[in-house]
């Protein structure tokens, strides 16, 4: 019996006597015990295939560490080979080891070596081919990685049609899915479903690990409940083509399967070769839903995002594209960079259009080189002006595109990844990573730019779905949309080495490629295209399932908003932008003085709040109707944190609204104010009412504290004042009494 633990959790492995691996138990965590009871089958079960003559077992009554396929199980299997001699494999246990660390075996980004490692070595003698799977624990965090690698051990090629990272037979069948659907500005729709018998598929066909389906599911009893209950979360760290596949046999048993999208994959393996998939993760919480976050939110921000980066303050940006998207020239950016100054902002952004003949998002991409009328000089020159301002400066890029209309394609129209009649999506074109002179294109070109100016931030942004699927340097096509994300790996990982300092944003139209691949080497994503306060409630809340507020970029801007034309109060803007790394994106110069005044007092309390807000443990509490979501950062230490409380729409004469926090310190005596916030009435700026309340820790989660009554008609003391999707921040502030 092979047995894995983490703090809160086992992972127990049986070698089945003809060498096959049974996955035991994955769950809360339990001794060792080599006399752990496990399903037995004494008789022949009727009309199945017995995995050989002289033994009763069948496979698909069996829960499997990598379902395979030929052998009879007739699951969906991990891995499915052909060769020119079957389709069956048949991998058998031959040897296993215990070690810290890893072995850098990896060409893709990986969690970091910080872990202990159980490597498990398979052989099918009858194809030659070995299969190494490989458990990484990490014990803090109750997080356990998985990956799988094939060796091509014998003289003949050998084709890969799937690989998954991960399988994972569950021995109870009451669970239900949660995964995160959605499209461009329209991210991270929170889906929960029961799973029902026959195979159900969570996948990106569009070349990113895409906004139509998370890599981030979870899978829980289904009874668990935010904070009780068996639940387990998944990720894949990887940013292309992914798939889940969730099937309920006709037997009860589940089968959770991730990695690469078996659609439109496959890959050679020539003798001697090896492929290794990318890495996934799991964990188990026994707490529910908050207890799985809180797991995976440690996990990327201990062993996934650049070390450079770990726990350090993000700086507040101010990002010109909702304020002028391509209509600006270098007096505008310097006025906006000197409002931005005065309100705080530590980083000016620079956004599309500041290259080649770009002045529509027709034209332009593929040319890096700064365009001097527009800029009035260089971006040397004009980086040192905002310097000279007093803030840092960024840069935005799309290096993967080209737009027929620039220099890049009229020199190497067959840079692109297509064969023929071409789709197009926002008038742009991929490049064809595959290709090596390509990604030397692309890491001259940025590092000349980012060589030549004082650029301390690059925000990465990557802009359209794949189409015409197609590499011209790859002989088999069916391993394309896998070598891409491969390139985009080696550009990212020669460009972050050479430098180290620069921050690194990811963006792909939003939230297109908001996933662990991308946060190895970029701290922070941005999340959505969509900036509307109300919706960046929701999509900010679905994010925080899976991923930490410390990875998710969230600006203010101007209203109405751009996406909704909703119009929302610049405070309720912030308070849900607070629990993000922070920015603006919005014309400051244009902003009434009242607002502008609200935003330099916003942007004093989150620098002063930064580390608890953007490091402090995250939960979701209890919300009394669908109007209303709420939930709190607390720092690690339990002494100080900040609730969010934010609402839709308002009725008259409201029921009494509660809070019930989660894992005070249930001894420490907390005060519990309202940030200083601000209600713009006819024009006016109206503080509005303070509101205090206090209790001891265990007071506070167990009981709650109810909060003052909603006002009905005016402003008055110790009443609460919100209006149509308004929101207030609680400050926690805790000591021992
Ligand atoms: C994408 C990004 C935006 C902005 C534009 C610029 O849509 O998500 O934030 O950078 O491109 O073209």
Redesign the pocket.
């Known amino acids: 019996m092979l047995y894995l633990h983490t703090k809160n959790s086992s992972y127990i492995i049986n070698i089945k006597p003809y060498g096959k691996l049974e996955q035991v138990y994955y769950g809360k965590r339990i001794k060792e015990d080599d006399n752990i009871s496990l399903p037995s089958q004494s008789n022949d079960p009727p009309h199945s295939v017995l995995y050989q003559q002289d033994c009763f077992d069948t496979l698909e009554r069996i829960s499997q560490e990598y379902g395979e396929n030929g052998k009879g199980d007739f699951r969906e299997s991990g891995i499915f080979i052909f060769t020119d001699k079957s389709q069956t494999t048949d991998f058998c246990y031959k040897s296993h080891k215990f070690y810290s660390g890893k072995n850098p075996h990896q060409t893709m980004p990986t969690a970091d070596e910080n872990c202990e490692t159980l490597e498990i070595t398979l052989f099918d003698d009858h194809l030659n081919l070995e299969l190494v799977l490989y458990y990484h624990s990490y014990y803090d965090v109750d997080v356990i990685a998985r990956s799988a690698k094939l060796v091509n051990k014998s003289q003949q090629s050998v084709t890969i049609d799937r690989m998954m990272s991960l399988c994972l037979d569950l021995d109870d069948d009451d669970y239900n899915l949660i995964s995160f659907e959605g499209s461009w500005a329209n991210e991270m729709h929170k889906k929960e479903q029961p799973i029902t018998t026959g195979i159900y598929t969570i996948d990106s066909k569009v070349g990113t690990s895409s906004n139509r389906h998370n890599p981030c599911v979870i899978l829980k009893q289904s009874q668990a409940t935010e904070d009780f209950g068996n639940c387990y979360a998944f990720n894949l760290i990887y940013s292309g083509n992914h798939a889940e596949i969730i099937e309920r046999s006709p037997f009860n048993y589940i089968r959770f399967l991730t990695g690469i999208n078996p659609y439109g994959f496959n890959f050679d393996l020539v003798p001697q070769q090896e492929f290794h998939t990318p890495e996934a993760v799991m964990s188990f919480s026994h707490n529910g839903l908050n207890g799985t976050s809180k797991n995976m939110h440690n996990f990327i921000n201990n062993h996934i995002v650049p070390k450079e980066f770990a726990y350090k303050d993000r700086p507040i940006l101010i990002?010109n594209?909702e304020a002028t998207y391509f209509d600006f020239d270098k007096p505008t950016l310097l006025q906006l960079a000197k409002e931005a100054k005065d309100t705080g902002v530590e980083l000016f952004v620079l956004?599309?259009g500041w290259f080649g003949n770009r002045s529509s998002?027709k034209a332009g991409l593929g040319d890096w080189v700064e365009n001097k009328d527009k800029l009035c000089g260089t971006m040397k020159e004009l980086a040192e002006d905002i310097n000279n301002i007093g803030l840092s400066f960024g840069l935005?890029f799309?290096p993967e595109m080209v737009n027929q209309d620039s220099q890049l394609y009229k020199k190497n129209p067959h840079w692109v990844m297509a064969n023929g009649k071409m789709s197009a999506g926002r008038n742009q074109f991929i490049l064809d990573l595959c290709n090596s002179d390509v990604r030397d294109y692309i890491v001259d070109s940025v590092s000349t730019v980012l060589k030549n100016a004082n650029i301390e931030y690059v925000?990465w942004?990557m802009?359209r779905n794949f189409s015409d699927v197609f590499s011209a340097s790859v002989n088999n096509q069916g391993e394309v949309c896998h070598r891409y994300v491969m390139g985009l790996y080696d550009i990212y990982k020669r460009l972050t080495t050479q430098f180290p300092k620069v921050l690194f944003e990811g963006?792909?139209?939003?939230g297109n490629r908001f996933d662990l691949g991308i946060m190895c080497f970029m701290p922070q994503i941005?999340a959505s295209?969509d900036t509307d306060a109300v919706e960046r409630v929701r999509i900010q809340k679905s994010v925080s399932y899976g991923y930490p507020q410390s990875v998710c970029s969230a600006h203010v801007s101007a209203c109405p908003n751009h996406q909704t034309m909703r119009t929302t109060q610049i405070e309720a803007r912030f308070n849900i932008a607070a629990f993000g790394v922070l920015g603006y994106e919005l014309d400051l110069t244009k902003l009434p003085q009242i607002e502008k005044d609200i935003v330099k007092e916003q942007i004093a309390f989150y620098k002063e709040n930064r580390a608890t807000l953007l490091y402090g443990d995250m939960y979701r509490l209890q919300a009394s109707s669908e109007q209303r979501t709420v939930c709190a950062v607390v720092s690690k230490d339990l002494s100080t944190g900040f609730i969010g409380d934010f609402y839709t729409l308002q009725s008259p004469n409201p029921f009494k609204n509660k809070i019930i926090t989660k894992y005070l310190c249930d001894n420490k005596y907390y005060n519990i104010s309202a940030r200083k916030q601000y209600f713009i009435y006819e024009n006016e700026k109206v503080v509005l009412p303070t509101e205090n309340y206090c209790g001891f820790g265990d007071g506070l989660n167990y009981k709650g504290f109810v909060l003052n009554n909603q006002h009905i008609g005016k402003l008055a003391e110790n009443t609460r004042t919100l209006c149509d999707f308004g929101s207030r921040l609680y400050n926690l502030d805790g000591a021992e009494k």
């Open positions: 990002n594209w956004d599309d998002d935005w799309e925000k942004d802009n963006c792909s139209a939003g941005w295209d």
